[in-house]
């Protein structure tokens, strides 16, 4: 099985730069379905995630390549509505084609989305909202088929949970459009923001993104554009517990303070330095890590939820008591078991996982459940006494650039094998 054998050591030391948001690319790409000529991106992660998406572009009839931090698109030819079960289930961004697709071409054939398995995580949200909009959907043995006898149009749309994915297919369904949509309860994570500026940089009219508002009028056509993808505030965040967790000091460049305001609070209560520099972070510890009381994971601008693993391996080695609360998914603590098997002190109740800090972590044969986790595993393997093997590294490589690479540039004894 694909893996990682971590040696643990003492202190990271260096700089690191944070390449672009998985989480902001991937509806951005979905987004070039509705783009009447040429897109380039810049800054555009290679991960395993926006392969799919090139190959979802292409089975659509569209030219799509991913190269050296750049992504290029042209979807003037779109000559399917229909995408695979196989090409469905690669990831969770998958349903983001729905939206799309209706946006496009007024139909769409496809399946559940994969992703990792943090709960249920049903798209009932996203489906509401594009019947409200015009669609007729009918949902049989797992495959969804949507078309619109009259054509899309403008509706208000009350999302009874701020769900990133919905908001997202709500806005790609909507900036083609006839008339004007209202999202009420939007998400208001960063990655809609710069999904609507990138739309806005195409053409598109939509105002409120980035609060619980957003306005989306309908355009004829959208026109092709360049455009640089936001920051990976979550891989800056997985980097910033890595150095909590081994001690030293980090330079993270390509950051953006505010959007990582949540995560380093909470490791600055537990010890760490940390201060801000224009794009620039800087980050270290040296004194031993203490109890930050309670995290709870709350929709933008709260706690995120992908940070929870990361954070949770932080306090593992946190003197004294620490709560973990997940509200947004169901099954998100998957990680802990394996922090167990190397020495943590971690009991888990439903939403609630109990801390009891303690003085080192061991090396151990550990799984990566799912993305988050996985990094999450990394990060303390990297400072734990002794040799870990990670298998399932491929759940990593769903969001993260080579990260075996990155943390080595600052000290990690970390190499890709087969374990
Ligand atoms: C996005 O997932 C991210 N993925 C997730 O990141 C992130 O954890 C999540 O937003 C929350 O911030 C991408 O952007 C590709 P949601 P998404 O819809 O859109 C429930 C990572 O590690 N819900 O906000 O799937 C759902 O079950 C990934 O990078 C419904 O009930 O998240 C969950 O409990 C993991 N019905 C909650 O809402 C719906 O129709 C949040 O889901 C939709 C969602």
Request: glycine share 10%; charged share 25%; proline share 4%.
């Amino acid at each position: 099985m694909q893996g990682f054998l971590i040696e643990g050591t003492k202190e990271l030391k260096g700089e690191i730069r944070v390449s672009g948001a998985k989480n902001a690319a991937l509806p951005i790409i979905a987004a070039c379905l509705l783009v009447d000529g040429e897109v380039r991106l810049t800054d555009c992660p290679g991960l395993s995630d926006v392969y799919s998406s090139v190959r979802i572009l292409g089975c659509l009839g569209c030219k799509a390549k991913a190269v050296n931090g750049e992504f290029y698109a042209d979807c003037r030819d779109v000559s399917k509505d229909h995408i695979p079960d196989r090409l469905m289930r690669l990831m969770r961004s998958s349903s983001l084609y729905l939206g799309a697709l209706l946006g496009r071409k007024g139909s769409a054939y496809v399946s559940y989305p994969g992703g990792c398995e943090l709960g249920q995580r049903p798209i009932d949200l996203h489906l509401y909202a594009l019947e409200k909009m015009g669609a007729k959907i009918t949902e049989e043995h797992g495959v969804i088929e949507c078309t619109t006898p009259g054509g899309l149009h403008g509706a208000k749309i009350n999302l009874s949970f701020p769900s990133v994915g919905a908001t997202e297919n709500v806005i790609l369904a909507a900036v083609l459009a006839r008339g004007e949509t209202v999202i009420y309860g939007a998400a208001r994570e960063p990655e809609i923001a710069d999904l609507s500026e990138f739309l806005r940089k195409c053409g598109a009219k939509i105002t409120g993104d980035g609060t619980s508002t957003v306005r989306i009028e309908g355009v004829s056509r959208l026109h092709g554009c360049e455009y640089k993808v936001m920051p990976d505030r979550i891989a800056a965040a997985t980097y910033m517990c890595a150095l909590a967790l081994a001690g030293g000091g980090l330079c993270i460049d390509n950051c953006i303070e505010q959007q990582l305001t949540p995560v380093s609070n909470v490791l600055a209560e537990a010890g760490c330095d940390v201060y801000f520099s224009g794009s620039r972070m800087y980050i270290s510890r040296k004194k031993p890590l203490k109890s930050v009381g309670t995290v709870r994971t709350m929709p933008y601008p709260g706690f995120p939820t992908d940070a929870q693993p990361l954070v949770t391996a932080v306090l593992a080695k946190c003197r004294g008591t620490s709560i973990v609360v997940e509200n947004i998914f169901e099954n998100r603590f998957r990680l802990n078991s394996e922090l167990v098997r190397m020495g943590a002190d971690i009991k888990t109740e439903g939403r609630i996982a109990v801390i009891e800090g303690v003085n080192e972590l061991y090396g151990a044969r550990v799984m990566a459940a799912d993305l988050r986790a996985g990094a999450a595993l990394v990060c303390a393997a990297v400072s734990a006494e002794g040799v870990s093997e990670l298998g399932m590294t491929e759940y990593i490589d769903r969001g993260y650039e080579h990260l075996e690479d990155t943390l080595s540039s600052v000290g990690a004894k970390i190499r890709r094998c087969i374990i």
